[in-house]
């Protein structure tokens, strides 16, 4: 019993963590997109219970802390692309067709290769391009708002710097504080506490497909799945790769007509789940990540309350707390861009038509920074030397490269766990 007890507490707070610190992020975005507070609430509440279920079934399926969670930089993406034409029911179409394509990675493991293969940097670049408009938020807020935002800024200096797991959700206990201070009398008067299921016809046109079903699938893939996979490689496991994208897609388009945008492993989380914290015992981790995805389906219930706050609150605060939940995933994807000299151009290129917000034949900026990106890789590319032959001299401090093995892959692929390299998380990965 007591083996037990480590893991269930670590997941219990690995839901609230992961609820906490993003779902004003989840709402901001569900709204930009044309969704009404019902809608909303709707969506937050099919991603808080399919988040949930796919997280038990991958945890008791394979007995790995396969935490799962929402697309945050995803719904970064839906207040930086802004409402599609048609409305609502084109952005769930959209979710649709974004679910339709991880389900597609999962069966076709070259196709979750090929989103892998995008340059670091420009991914890197243009998912910083994406959180950039949001992390300006608390900015705009101090001058707005100087003495509410103040509060919440402060709040979350003093819990960064001595509670750092519980900065953002401790800005959040402030904003709730000064949301119910500041409120009119009258805000909740005829709000819907308890959310319930609304479903959304969905609609399509080629513009939702290219500017928002693409990006978001990318996006989602390559800062969420990929990153959420090398936590769990990072930590010794070797986690079906494949399986954990056939079931988060399956569960996108589980939730997508209720409003949900994306179910993706967590990569924000993940280690609260998969680490040496959830339980010495690397066998009894997956106990945590299964807790955590039945409070995370407990803690949709509140999607209403939730989404009602918002509803009563200045946008600009809603937009500062997910700012601030949002500053080290953008602080990480800046360092992503610019580490490399070589390929730094074309990320500060993709950086710049990303964040322009720019929507040219009705397609957003997202796009547009991933393809300026990728021409630039391609226009300035340089030829790299060619390797060394049998009569030539090998360059001074190559020699121990050699030969090297691939990743430090286990020779023994039917093990669960084992010490693959991090580096290459879809190859160390099972499918």
């Not at 490269?401 to 693959?420: D, F, I, N, V, Y």
């Amino acid at each position: 019993m007591s083996g037990r007890v480590q893991p269930v507490l670590a997941g219990v707070v690995t839901a609230l963590v992961g609820f906490a610190s993003s779902f004003t992020v989840v709402l901001a975005g569900l709204r930009a997109a044309g969704a009404s507070d019902a809608q909303a609430a709707s969506g937050l509440l099919a991603l808080c219970v399919a988040s949930g279920l796919a997280a038990a079934w991958l945890g008791l399926r394979y007995r790995i802390p396969m935490s799962v969670a929402w697309s945050t930089p995803g719904a970064a993406l839906l207040v930086a692309t802004g409402p599609s034409p048609g409305g609502w029911p084109v952005a769930v179409g959209a979710f649709l067709v974004s679910g339709v394509l991880i389900v597609a990675a999962g069966l076709f493991p070259p196709l979750g290769r090929a989103v892998a293969a995008i340059p670091k940097p420009v991914a890197g670049a243009m998912l910083a391009g994406v959180l950039l408009p949001l992390c300006t938020a608390p900015v705009r807020a101090l001058v707005e708002l100087p003495v509410v935002a103040g509060s919440v800024v402060v709040g979350w200096l003093l819990l960064h710097r001595f509670a750092r797991r519980w900065a953002v959700p401790g800005a959040l206990v402030v904003a709730v504080a000064a949301i119910a201070l500041t409120a009119p009398p009258t805000g909740l008067t005829g709000a819907a506490l308890i959310p319930s299921v609304t479903l959304t016809a969905p609609a399509w046109n080629a513009s939702a497909l290219v500017g928002l079903a693409l990006p978001l699938f990318l996006v989602t893939m390559a800062a969420q799945n990929v990153p959420g996979m090398a936590v769990l490689v990072g930590y010794g496991y070797r986690p079906p790769f494949g399986a954990a994208l056939r079931t988060t897609g399956l569960a996108s388009l589980l939730a997508a007509p209720a409003g949900g945008h994306a179910v993706n492993l967590a990569a924000i989380t993940a280690a609260l789940a998969a680490g040496p914290d959830a339980h010495p015992d690397p066998e009894r981790r997956w106990i945590a990540s299964v807790t955590a995805g039945a409070g995370l389906a407990v803690l949709g219930l509140g999607a209403g309350v939730a989404t009602t706050l918002v509803a009563v609150a200045p946008p600009i605060l809603i937009e500062a707390v997910a700012g601030l939940a949002l500053l080290g995933a953008l602080a990480t994807a800046l360092a992503s861009a610019v580490t490399d000299p070589a390929t730094r151009e074309a990320a500060v290129v993709t950086f710049v038509v990303t964040a322009s917000g720019v929507t040219l034949i009705g397609v957003g900026g997202a796009f547009w920074g991933l393809v300026a990106g990728c021409l630039m890789l391609l226009l300035f590319h340089r030829r790299q030397p060619a390797p060394a032959g049998p009569d030539q001299p090998i360059p001074a401090g190559r020699e121990g490269r050699l030969g090297h093995s691939s990743g430090g892959r286990s020779a023994t692929p039917t093990a669960s766990k084992t010490r693959p390299s991090a580096t290459d998380p879809i190859r160390s990965a099972g499918t």
